[in-house]
């Protein structure tokens, strides 16, 4: 079963408008991360927060931004819409320290017109 | 840069014969390594790890070894089932623990009945 929730699964939207992905995880877990990915391509790691009021950004230079106001709640959002951000997005967690099994949710896919 | 290299985009199997996939790295500070497998609309789920003082790990029908002087690890499933049909992705680490991952572009696997 999913502990991990990403909403929405889809979505299509114009150039322009603003959007946010939801990520909740009801595992507790401390570190939580946003990845993008395009078909066949590796995952990029975008955003991850080690806590609340802790966000870094990741290895791959993206325009959205995240949150952490509580610990189950990381959102991504993207203040401007364009086609580039179509992509796949895809929320994941894990436990304190020495933890790297990420637990993922089952993703966003974003697609911008 | 790509510091994690699959370089079979798909790979075809019969049903209960061994399935190899195979992944490289170029960076040699990594020293943990994991393999996740995704089906279609879900996220990638972890399958197996394995650390660099080790040069096997076996769970089941799933075994990932690993040749740090070559730089490069493989999973084998054994015997291969239609349900491991699905996309793997190899990805690596700097120490067990280390808050990101890097991942491969992943592989696809088709398992023939």
């Known amino acids: 079963e999913a502990d991990i929730y990403q909403t929405p699964r889809y979505l299509v939207i114009g150039t322009g408008k603003k959007i946010t992905l939801e990520c909740s995880q009801t595992m507790g877990h401390d570190k939580m991360y946003w990845y993008q990915q395009d078909p066949g391509m590796e995952l990029h790691l975008i955003h991850y927060?080690?806590?609340?009021?802790?966000?870094e950004k990741g290895d791959l230079s993206s325009e959205s931004t995240v949150s952490r106001i509580r610990t189950e709640h990381f959102p991504l959002t993207l203040e401007s819409a364009r086609p580039s951000h179509t992509s796949q997005y895809l929320c994941?967690?894990?436990?304190?320290?020495?933890?790297?099994?990420?637990?993922f949710g089952a993703g966003s896919r974003l697609t911008v017109l | 840069d790509q510091q994690v290299k699959q370089n079979s985009p798909s790979l075809s199997v019969q049903e209960g014969r061994i399935s190899i996939l195979n992944c490289d790295y170029t960076?040699?500070?990594?020293?943990?390594f994991l393999w996740y497998k995704k089906y279609p609309a879900e996220g990638p789920t972890f399958l197996i790890s394995?650390?660099?003082?080790?040069d096997k790990n076996e769970d089941g029908r799933f075994t990932v070894f690993l040749n740090k002087s070559a730089k490069h690890l493989s999973l084998h499933i054994v015997p291969s089932q239609p349900g491991d049909s699905a996309v793997y992705f190899c990805a690596a680490s700097l120490f067990q623990g280390a808050q990101k991952l890097v991942f491969g572009q992943g592989t696809r696997l088709t398992i023939n009945p």
């Open positions: 927060s080690y806590g609340v009021n802790s966000t």
């Open positions: 394995i650390s660099s003082i080790k």
């Open positions: 994941a967690s894990s436990a304190g320290s020495g933890a790297n099994v990420l637990t």
């Open positions: 960076n040699s500070m990594f020293d943990y």
